[in-house]
């Protein structure tokens, strides 16, 4: 009875997320226009090497003939471009890549610190593979679904013009290799963040979902959805010509990733005990908090290349200024959202929940990451600090609706996703928040319907859940055959 619901919520939200798509689009008055093949990023371009001055190019008439002057020695040679913008911009793709890489191992250590101690071994496993699918996918499939030859269609019938091409990525000779950037190195930076999306999911159907169905649902996400939605944006697609603005994935990447999750946590279910009759909530303590610490400050580390690479150019002094305001701003809203949640946390329990700073600082990130340039670092501190607010009001509030968020997952990546959104107009004067509304609206809904229907398939042809002897013994022992921890037997929770 509860799927057979989800299926008629699915089918008719999937499709009123079409139609709202395909009207929002026809609306605006660019939406008829197409683009011609875009790249990934656009930086400026190189500066060439100044020409020599002309006087010292070539001798004045009077001291050399027109016979021993040839005019192809008259005139000024051609400059060689200079090299250096090109270097550094490809240098900040792969240093700030590796960065956002590294957030595979922090999202890894919060999962396995946050769930109990049957599990962490469960969550270890689905962190190194889905970062694996994400980087196999979107090299088969996602980046040129997401960036190559983007165009905007004129009825919702020309499906193909809301997205890119469905072909592999092929990376050039580097001898052959031209533009402001390496090809290579734009790929990388560019699949990592498709790689975040799917860690998001991970934590908030721990400890009851089994393996198979979260990896084939994960190619469906790197591969398929957040190549579409992104390209709507990043792809120069019918959203960027509204002027929707979403710097480094607020909504592109953490609201995907967070309505992927709501969506599977709505079909899974909750785990067994986690809820009781008369709105009683059983707590169920994770495995070990400094590893959730770990896997926080981990985590921060990353946003740095997160946002500062989202600069995607680094061949200029203000580029490199830029680059640089982007970190200031990035730590200075994380430490808020932290600051936050520690005095909320004090004055609404006496005590302060480690948990909630934690996700604290990741709220803040989240919430700077739609803008991360234009803001002062008092805007910065305000929009993390709100972040945290969020994070205080909805994880007890999903509780209370018996949605079952291990990890709190949803109320950072897609309440603080939608707020930083939102809130880009306050300091970005080239945004609007009606276009901004729109943004999130059309992605998000897309994101769930679609992400719904696919749940409920795998529920119906595989099957999503653990047996209750399975949950009870733990996914180390049922699913992966290694215990994180074997030295306190398989019965320790």
């Known amino acids: 009875?509860?799927?057979?619901?989800?299926?008629?919520?699915?089918?008719?939200?999937?499709?009123?997320?079409?139609?709202?798509?395909?009207?929002?689009?026809?609306a605006d008055s660019t939406s008829t226009t197409t683009t011609t093949e875009t790249p990934a990023v656009t930086t400026t371009a190189p500066d060439a090497t100044p020409a020599a001055p002309a006087a010292d190019a070539a001798a004045p008439a009077a001291e050399a003939p027109a016979a021993e002057a040839p005019a192809a020695e008259a005139a000024p040679a051609e400059a060689a471009p200079d090299p250096y913008p090109y270097i550094l911009n490809t240098l900040l793709f792969l240093m700030a890549g590796f960065l956002v890489m590294f957030m595979s191992a922090g999202f890894a250590m919060l999962e396995a610190g946050l769930v109990r101690s049957k599990n962490a071994a469960m969550q270890c496993l689905k962190n190194i593979a889905l970062y694996s699918i994400a980087g196999i996918m979107f090299w088969l499939l996602g980046y040129n679904l997401m960036y190559e030859n983007v165009n905007v269609a004129d009825n919702i019938a020309e499906l193909s013009g809301y997205m890119g091409t469905w072909s592999m990525k092929v990376i050039p000779d580097p001898s052959a290799d031209t533009g402001d950037y390496a090809a290579a190195s734009d790929w990388f930076f560019q699949m990592v963040f498709c790689?975040?999306?799917a860690s998001i999911v991970s934590g908030t159907i721990a400890e009851r979902m089994r393996l198979w169905p979260f990896l084939i649902f994960t190619v469906f996400l790197t591969g398929i959805l957040y190549p579409i939605t992104g390209s709507w944006e990043w792809g120069t697609g019918w959203l960027d010509q509204m002027g929707f603005s979403d710097f480094a994935g607020s909504t592109l990447v953490h609201s995907v990733g967070g309505w992927a999750a709501l969506a599977g946590a709505i079909v899974v279910g909750a785990r067994h005990g986690k809820f009781g009759e008369n709105g009683m909530i059983h707590p169920m303590p994770g495995s070990s908090i400094p590893l959730a610490t770990l896997g926080t400050l981990i985590l921060w580390l990353g946003w740095f290349g997160f946002n500062g690479g989202s600069q995607l150019a680094l061949g200029t002094i203000e580029d490199a200024s830029s680059v640089a305001k982007i970190f200031v701003n990035t730590n200075t809203a994380a430490a808020a959202g932290v600051i936050v949640c520690i005095i909320l946390t004090q004055l609404f329990y006496r005590k302060v929940d480690v948990t909630m700073a934690l996700n604290g600082a990741l709220a803040g990130l989240v919430s700077i990451t739609a803008e991360p340039l234009a803001p002062t670092m008092a805007q910065a501190a305000m929009i993390g600090g709100i972040g945290g607010v969020f994070v205080v009001i909805f994880v007890p509030l999903l509780d209370k609706i018996r949605i079952d968020d291990v990890v709190g997952a949803i109320p950072v990546h897609l309440v603080c996703g939608i707020w930083g959104t939102m809130i880009v107009p306050l300091s970005n004067s080239d945004a609007t928040y009606y276009v901004q509304f729109i943004g999130v609206v059309s992605v998000g809904a897309l994101a769930f319907f679609s992400s719904l229907i696919v749940w409920l398939i795998l529920a119906a042809v595989t099957g999503l859940r653990a047996t209750p002897e399975e949950e009870a013994i733990g996914l180390d022992t049922s699913e992966v055959g290694v215990h994180a921890y074997p030295e306190f037997g398989s019965t320790r929770v």
């Open 1 to 26: 009875m509860k799927n057979t619901l989800l299926w008629k919520i699915a089918g008719a939200g999937f499709a009123l997320a079409l139609t709202a798509t395909a009207a929002w689009s026809q």
């Open 195 to 197: 790689a975040t999306t």
